[in-house]
Structure formats: C-alpha cells, structure tokens
C-alpha cells in the first residue's frame, strides 16, 4: 500500500496533465479558463459508478414488492418509533405478553396431565394402551360432527380407516431411502407418483416427486425454477409472479430461497387473478407464473388456460397449484363437467401440486409434485457425490423418511379406485354448486367469484354486518371454519364430512345473522378474529404483524 499509492498519485498527475493540455487545445478552453475538468470528470465518474452500484444493489431491506412507497415511508416511522422510542416499544412488548397469555390459557384449557420428562424406567404396555385410547378421545372429539371446515377429507367410513390403519402400520418403520432394504416401499412411491401423472395427463410416465404434503411440493416447485433459471437463463435475482390468493407456500419459497415474490392483484369481481397485472409484472428475472385451481382462501381458480399461453410466449414456467383442487378436478369431466384445461395437456402447463391428503382421501404426510420434465425435476433434486459420509442424493426436502406416509397413499389411490373418485367428486362439486345457490340467495352477504370446485367463502354487503361476528357465532355452534382476509370473509371447504350437513350450515348462517341485526352494537368489533384481524391491519409493518402472530407459534410449542 506505501508503495502503491506514491505511484497512483504520480500517475494520476501525469494522466492529469496529458488531460489538461488535451483541453487546452479545445475550444471549451475558452469559456471555462478555472476549471479543472480532470478531477471534475473523475469525480463525477466515481459518483456515476457508486450512483449505479447503489440502484442495481441497495433493495429497501422491508419493502414488501406490493407496498407502496407512501406506506414503506409509514412502516419506517413505525419502526423507528418502536426502535427508539421506549414507550412504544414497551408498548408492543406489552400486546405481545397479552396474546401470548391469551393464546397460552386457550392451549392450557385443552391440555391435561402435562409429561415433562422421560421416565426413569419405561411404562409397560397396558397403561400404554390406556394412554393411547385416551390420547385418541381427545383427538376424536370433532370427527363425524360435519362441522368441520377441510382438514379431514376422508369419508365417514369406519372400516375403511381401519383398513388404510392396518395397511399403513406396517411400513411407519421402513424408509423409501434405502431402497436396497424397503424395495416394496420404494416401488409403491414410484407408483403413487405414476398414477397420480396420469391423472393429470403424463401418458407415457410418471415424472414427479413425493412430498410430504402440498407445502413441501410448491416450495420444491420454486426451488426447481430457481435452480433452472439460474442454470438456463443466468437469473441470479429470480422473481416470481403469484395472485395475491396464491398458497402461503409460495411466499415461503421466497423467503427460504431468496426469490422475489411478486404479487399479481386479484380482480374484486371475479376473485381470479388479473391477468393484465400479472403479465405487467413479469420481467426478464421472472423464473415462473403461478395459477391456483383452486385457491385456498376464496375457492376461485385463476384462468389456466390464459395462464399457459403467457408462460410459454415467455419461455417461464407455470406452476397450476392444484393441491386443494386436483383430485375433485380431475374426475370433473367424468361426471360431466367442463372446468377447462388445468393439466399437461395443456401447453404451458410446467409443474403441478397435488395433495394425496386431501380430496386424494390418504392418511396425512403425502402430496406430490408433477414435473412437466425430468429436467425441470431434476433442479429440484438434491445430491452431494463428494460426501465424507458417502455419495448422497435425495429427491425432496427430507432425508429420512417414513414408509407409512407413501403406503397410505398408495393404499388409497388402490382401494378406491377410478369410479368411487368420479362419484365423491360429483358429490363434491354438486355440494359446491348447491352451496353457492343457498348463500347467494341470502341477501346481506356475497359469495366470492364463482366458485366451482370445493370451497367456498362469502363476504358481508353491510355495513352493520361484521362477517368475523357469523364466525364467531358458528364457532360457539361447534363449527370450525376459517376466517380469511382481504376483504374478510367467511369459507367453508366442503369435504365428505361436511357435505351432508350445508343445510344446517346455511341455517346456522341465517340464524347468525338476524341474531346480528338484532343487536348490530354488541357485534360490531366481530368478536376473537375480527379483534386479531383489527391488531394486526392496523400495525403498518409486516415483520411487526408476523411478530405479533409468532406469538400464537410460542403457545403452540409450550407445555
Ligand atoms: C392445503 C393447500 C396447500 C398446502 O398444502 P399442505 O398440505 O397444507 O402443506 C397448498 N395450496 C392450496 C390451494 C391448499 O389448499
């Protein structure tokens, strides 16, 4: 360095010089005789190169891709209030420690006889058995009421789910892994993957990845066009462009895999993604479109098929969430229903999700994820030949897995067979279509778009109408539906337990709601969500609001 910078100056003078007598001999001597255009010229290129280096690399660490930069302006005040500020601060530290103990007493009401440390000797068998007989009361307590919105897809059939128990029993210590050792289990996940492509139009093979459930499978999804955009196309700062009513897993991908999620606005009418927004939104970092067939939160499906033809104009993927969707779906045509091309069939179509754990009827922990090509797959395969312990290569995210998860779905896919599918997706999409019918004919509330396959949601048309209150008065009913979010409303995802029983939902809807007219005061605020929902709107920065929820996290894993 002591040698180098003598140099430098002395170079930097005799470049200097040379420059000075350049610009002498120009007729710009004329007007500006003072005027050291060198070191002007070299300063200014400093600053041009800084000026750019800044643009192309300072990102606004919290700017969400959505928020405006008048909102952006108000979360930073916000932090900074929180950060320097002691009063406000303390102040969130204190809602925190309020939610938390809220959250802690409601998980202490159902919890009993905590267990804190392993015994000094084992328990023996019969008071095992006792324990387990209890643990399965408990856990029972909602199945069979039909008031439960999703999360237990199977049909109410007693000796059926006895049988995927005894099928599955057998494989909860065997690992798909290790092929050599469990080769029946490595067989029957290849299969599950085989006949669930062709459900969804892979004729010739099946090229997919088992998961366990839909989350991993979009979040495997993502990484493979990361990787691929990466490899194909030199993308190092890959973006993709979702709904706004796309799965929370797709904004997870983002965060563990540093993709910029960009969030394409939801028409207000038809509660499908607009489709100007989301090709405005496309750039040339854009690795993949997305398309949910349905979504979770209002039950509307985005328009594959205009989807398909964007992403294959511009050479990107599209992935068609069909998760929730996809085994309903697919048998529609079969019962004669027309929903349009969602699959491989359609040009375009790139990777789909599809869990086997929901309307695939299977024991929980399974989904799969379809690749239109074994190379797209392959970027989302994990290996490491040069491991010290031993050449390593898994498909999904986990390294050892449970054989149970794979015989369950390959239990069912078998048991039930092509036509009992086509039948419980006709009672499935009739059920919808019923559903929509009775609540659009409720006239202070609205369904969301025009949902075909198995969810539903509505929304309130008054404004003395809290939709979280008919939420909150459901849920003192025995029900358990979910509340969703911009703009709040109420759904119901229809399952075989649940179908049986609309006429006492809408019922109960109705019942709801005059008990509301009745009293609009006392049901203004909307109860538990519509309080939750209020906090955490009305805190200007994500991260805040996510801390806030984090909360519910810590009550979760507390004993
Ligand atoms: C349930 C669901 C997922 C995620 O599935 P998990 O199995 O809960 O991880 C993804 N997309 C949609 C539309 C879903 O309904």
Redesign the pocket.
Known sequence: MEQLLPILIQEYNVLKQYAKELYKQTSMHEYTKSFDIFDTAILVSIISVLGLWALRNLRFPNKDYNQSYFEYFKAQIFIFLVNYCPGVNSYIEQQKAIALQSFSSSMEKMTSKKTLKIPENGIDSDTMMDKMNEWIERDSKHNGSGKVS?SLYVMPDKQFIKNAQDFCKHFIYSNPMHADLWPATRQMEAEVIRMTGDLFGQEKEGIGIVTT??????ILAMLAYRNWGESQKGINKPNIVIPETA?S?FYRAGEYFKIQVRVAKIDQSSFQVDINDLRAKIDSNTVCIVG?F???GYGTSDPIEQLASIAKKKKIGLHV?A???GFTAVFAKDHGVDLGKFDFTLDGVTSI?C?Q??HGLAPKGV?TVLFKTKQLREHAFFSLATWSGGAYAVPSMQGSKCGANVAGAWFTLQSIGKKKYIDYSKKIMDATQSLVKSLSEIPEIKVFGNPQIN?VAFMSKETWLNVYAIHEILTHQGWTISSVQKPAGVHI?LTLQNIGNLKQYVHDIKAAIEKIKANPKEYKKGGEMGTVYGTTQRIPDSKLANQAIKVYLDSLLKI
Do not use: Q
């Not at 459930?213 to 979009?218: L, N």
């Open positions: 999703g459930g839909g989350t991993e499978s979009i799965h897993a949910s349905p979504n979770f969430d998760c929730l969707g999700s869990d754990h929901k989904s969810c995802s």
